[in-house]
């Protein structure tokens, strides 16, 4: 397992890489001067060059890159200087004289618009992005496999057409539609009743109280972005289900003398899981990634909303920084979801 | 009858009824038979003959709702509950009889146990839920099930998953599973079809041990009469749905009434003779214009011993081919043919270790001869097979086809090379693609190798080829499902013709059909052999198949050939220990062999004293 663990973790890191190469290369080939729009147009020749020479823009491109991945490996080998010390915030490993081996977060370097680190930046918006692809997933993972069992138990039947009319329909809905129609109706027009609001944060900040968690804000743009993803595992956990109702084991299982609700769910379900998890890892990771227009409507201050700004500002760093990150999100949960798979399925962990 | 107490299941005119949109299918059509307690019944007929639907009413399995009990009772004696008719019983108490009264096992043991469970898991479910025991106790017992049915190193099996044991072992554990609570009838629907006739003797012996030992009434089901010759008491032989014949095994095997039955019994190849023409079910009956089944009128023979005497090939006539055949020059020579498969692992692939699925294997086919290739699964038979056609790339040595050797050839002339090699697969459900009529799978391969000058020409050949195959030439625009595993094969074979190939590699290509359908698909593959002078190499795991096909026979085990030589001489003086032990595994259907063990258990229930 550790093993099978460890060759993932292997492919992954070739991965990033690959992204890495993409997404720089892939920028640079972008118009527009980031100097200029660290200065603003104004500005005059000397500040323009000393601002090139900050971020090595002056460089060839390839020298660029490979200062790029310095900044970026979490191992890296730096001059020890205070600036340095300062600009890395890293740990020293080993003295080399002049320089020294360091252990470092990697460095995504600062937006052009706020000067802030990008890092800090994206982090901060990140979680409240977790917190709302997890709900949402959640969401539609139990009500998707449990409406998909329902469904393949009632094949054929009026509530089995209905479930998979209505899961076309959620399939086919495009997000920022469903987004405003769903603000619209439980948070402006059903708002006394359901005591929500139209858009809201997850974490109210007041002047006395702080910082104070407000989990009624997740409801709403949860349920939004859950919609689809609940219809795919609705439909795959339908299939999955009457695929596997059919097959040799299930009559074995009745044949021992079984209940009919144990066959189902000990022997059926268990074995009609494993496409459902692929959707699920896919979905989360793109959840995480692609709240965008959701996060846009509901006002929902996260990751998404974050990238957005940066690419209308055309705020380089912060937008590669976004696509790394983004990146990272879909090898980890991939990672994740093999080792689940090898958990759920014992013929997995032989190949 | 005197035995009257004793009767532990009866079935009184019994009709299970499908309905569907065609119109409604009499799979069971009236049809009655007792078992009594530790009796061995067997019920035998060919696929679609309602026997399997005999058996999942019993055990009340039936598919809803295309399925329904259109009339008849099943009386069960149950131990616990009494007698109850399990076609009227309500699904709580059915649930009860399951398992504990009437357990199953059934015929794809790859995919009847669950992939997920462990061995032990699905044992011990099926014990704690009819019998109020520990979970400690629950795994105590189902180490001793795996020992009472053989499984080598019980402990380990019972912590593996399905797929990490094989097919026989698999089967040991639905044994192990059905056994568990003691069940006073035993159901095993096809338990050996899908096992090597090897594992198939090893299962059927265990079984009559086990029936004899716990004193089980044991229903088998099978297509094949001579897998039960060892093992049933009785025989009930069906056929569409209903029962044509039943009564004592030595009486069907010695004086068979029925022309179905008399069918059954002589369509199987022997070892002991070989015969020019395999009789068929078809040829000793008919259904008259009222659609009964009748004794065909006009029949060739008027017997099975007859269709026997009158096929026979004599010494001499084996003798004079054999010699012919060695005067001509071969057509393919094998020379030290490897084909090894790496075990890969690690990140850089680095091999480490090979299988030697082909090892060092050297011999030659004639032109016009049947050369026959057997072993178990596993042995390397069909990668050899597959090796020479270039299916699978050898690791090393040569093919020479007319003296050139095809691993040398070019894209041009491999080309060549496939229209002359055909190959005829095993599975005739997965090799025909489901979206593809018939004819377009016909004429495929003669549009690639530009055989007839227009598809009008080329329909026509398929047109004749399906008659020569025996199949209807409107079937040309049909699809696969439409048909029976027979007239898929046939399909198959019509599709290997159409590009007039010199040399077929047969790659078990009937053991997935009944035997009544495998004679009739070997006697086609023979009379087509004569018309086109094919050169065959014929692959099966069954002895008996290969001996009545080949000219020469090959033993192949563990990727080399332990032993070859002319058909008659190795059935006669097997050298190899090997080849013994696939000649012990036949079924014989020996009829002096079934009066002896009938006369032994008659003395030994006669000293019971019923």
């Known amino acids: ?351 | 009858m005197a035995m009257k107490e004793n009767v532990i299941l009866d079935v009184k005119n019994l009709k299970t009824h499908f309905t569907s949109k065609r119109g409604v299918v009499k799979a069971v059509d009236d049809i009655s038979f007792t078992i009594h307690k530790g009796e061995t019944i067997g019920i035998v007929g060919e696929s679609g003959s309602g026997k399997s639907v005999t058996a999942l009413t019993m055990m009340g399995l039936l598919p809803k709702p295309q399925a329904s009990i259109e009339g008849g009772d099943i009386i069960l004696n149950s131990p616990g509950l009494g007698p109850v008719d399990v076609t009227k019983v309500d699904e709580k108490t059915m649930r009860k009889i399951r398992g504990e009264d009437i357990a199953m096992i059934f015929q794809e043991p790859m995919s009847s146990l669950n992939p997920v469970y462990t061995c032990g898991d699905q044992v011990m479910e099926a014990i704690m839920l009819h019998r109020n025991v520990s979970r400690k106790e629950a795994k105590v017992r189902t180490i001793d099930l795996f020992k009472k049915v053989k499984l080598p190193r019980p402990e380990k099996i019972f912590d593996t998953y399905p797929h990490q044991i094989s097919g026989g072992q698999k089967q040991r554990v639905m044994i192990a599973m059905a056994m568990s609570c003691d069940p006073r009838v035993l159901i095993a629907d096809e338990p050996t079809t899908a096992l090597d006739v090897t594992v198939q003797k090893s299962i059927v012996d265990l079984m009559k041990e086990l029936s004899e030992d716990n004193d089980m009434a044991t229903i088998f089901i099978t297509h094949d009469l001579g897998v039960i010759a060892d093992i049933a008491d009785k025989v009930v032989v069906m056929y569409q749905g209903k029962i044509v014949e039943q009564g004592p095994i030595f009486n069907i095997f010695n004086n068979p009434q029925h022309p179905y039955t008399k069918g059954l019994l002589a369509c199987r190849p022997r070892l002991d003779v070989k015969l020019r023409e395999l009789p068929t079910v078809s040829d000793f009956m008919e259904v008259n214009p009222e659609g009964e089944i009748v004794e065909k009128k006009d029949s060739k023979y008027k017997s099975a011993a007859f269709a026997v005497l009158s096929n026979l090939v004599t010494e001499d006539e084996i003798q004079e081919k054999q010699l012919k055949m060695l005067k001509d020059q071969p057509i393919i020579e094998v020379k030290n043919l490897k084909t090894y498969f790496p075990v890969r692992e690690g990140i850089f692939k680095k091999s480490k270790e090979v299988i030697k699925a082909v090892d060092d294997v050297s011999f030659k086919v004639f032109e016009g001869e049947t050369l026959g290739l057997v072993g178990e699964s596993g042995c390397g038979k069909t990668t050899l097979g597959r090796s020479m056609m270039r299916l699978i790339e050898p690791t090393e040595g040569e093919v020479l086809f007319f003296g050139k050797n095809i691993l040398d050839y070019n894209k041009k002339e491999m080309m060549q090379l496939r229209k002359d090699m055909q190959i005829i697969f095993q599975d005739p459900y997965s090799s025909l693609n489901p979206r593809q009529t018939i004819g377009d799978a016909i004429v495929e391969p003669m549009r690639f190798h530009k055989i007839g000058s227009s598809d009008k020409e080329r329909r026509s050949i398929a047109e004749n080829l399906l008659e020569e195959v025996g199949l209807s030439p409107n079937f040309y625009t049909r699809y696969p499902h439409e048909f029976s595993g027979g007239q898929r094969q046939r399909i198959v074979i019509a599709r290997a013709l159409a590009v007039d190939p010199k040399f077929i590699i047969c790659d078990e290509s009937v053991s997935a059909l009944d035997v009544s359908v495998q004679a009739q698909v070997l006697n086609l593959l023979n009379r087509l052999k004569e018309n086109h002078d094919f050169t065959y190499i014929f692959i099966s795991h069954d002895l008996s198949v290969v001996k009545f096909m080949a000219d020469r026979i090959m033993v192949m085990n563990d990727g080399k050939i332990v032993e070859s030589g002319f058909s008659e001489s190795i059935y006669d003086a097997p050298k190899s220990d090997y080849t013994i032990k696939l000649m012990n595994a036949i079924p014989h259907g020996n009829i002096e062999d079934i009066r002896r063990r009938t006369l032994q258990r008659k003395a030994k229930t006669d000293t019971y004293g019923y």
Not at chain 1, 4 to 26: A, D, E, N, P, S
């Open chain 1, 1 to 351: 397992m550790l093993k099978f663990i460890g060759r993932r973790l292997g492919y992954g890191l070739l991965v990033m890489m690959g992204v890495t190469v993409i997404v720089f290369f892939l920028f640079h080939l972008l118009p527009g001067d980031p100097a200029r729009m660290v200065a603003g147009k104004r500005s005059d020749i000397t500040t323009i060059e000393a601002i090139n020479k900050e971020f090595g823009l002056d460089k060839p491109l390839p020298v660029q890159f490979y200062l790029y991945l310095k900044d970026l490996s979490p191992i890296s080998i730096h001059e020890d200087t205070p600036q340095n010390q300062d600009k890395y915030e890293y740990t020293e490993l080993i003295n080399l004289g002049e320089e020294v081996l360091v252990l470092k977060a990697p460095y995504l370097r600062r937006s052009f618009q706020t000067n802030k680190r990008v890092g800090e930046l994206l982090m901060e918006n990140l979680e409240p992005t977790i917190w709302l692809a997890l709900a949402a997933m959640a969401f539609a993972t139990i009500f998707g496999i449990a409406i998909g069992v329902v469904s393949a138990v009632n094949q054929h039947k009026f509530l089995d057409n209905f479930l998979v009319a209505g899961s076309v329909l959620g399939i086919s809905l495009p997000s920022f539609v469903a987004a405003i129609i769903i603000s619209m109706i439980f948070g402006y027009y059903l708002a006394d009743w359901t005591g929500l609001g139209l858009t809201g944060q997850l974490y109210d900040y007041s002047p006395f109280g702080g910082k104070t968690l407000n989990l009624k804000n997740l409801v709403l743009p949860a349920f939004t972005l859950g919609i689809r993803p609940l219809a795919i595992i609705m439909q795959l956990t339908r299939s999955s289900m009457l695929d596997v109702l059919k097959q040799d084991y299930i009559r074995t299982a009745y044949s021992k003398g079984l209940p009919y609700k144990k066959v189902l769910v000990k022997h059926a379900l268990k074995n009609a899981l494993n496409p459902v998890i692929t959707a699920v890892s896919g979905w989360l990771a793109s959840l995480m990634a692609g709240a965008f227009f959701v996060e846009l409507v509901f006002d929902w201050k996260g990751f998404g909303y974050v990238t957005i700004k940066a690419v209308e500002s055309l705020d380089f760093p912060v937008v590669m920084g976004a696509v790394l990150i983004i990146a990272l999100i879909f090898v980890f949960v991939n990672i994740l979801v093999d080792a689940l798979y090898a958990l759920i399925d014992p013929r997995v962990r032989i190949s």
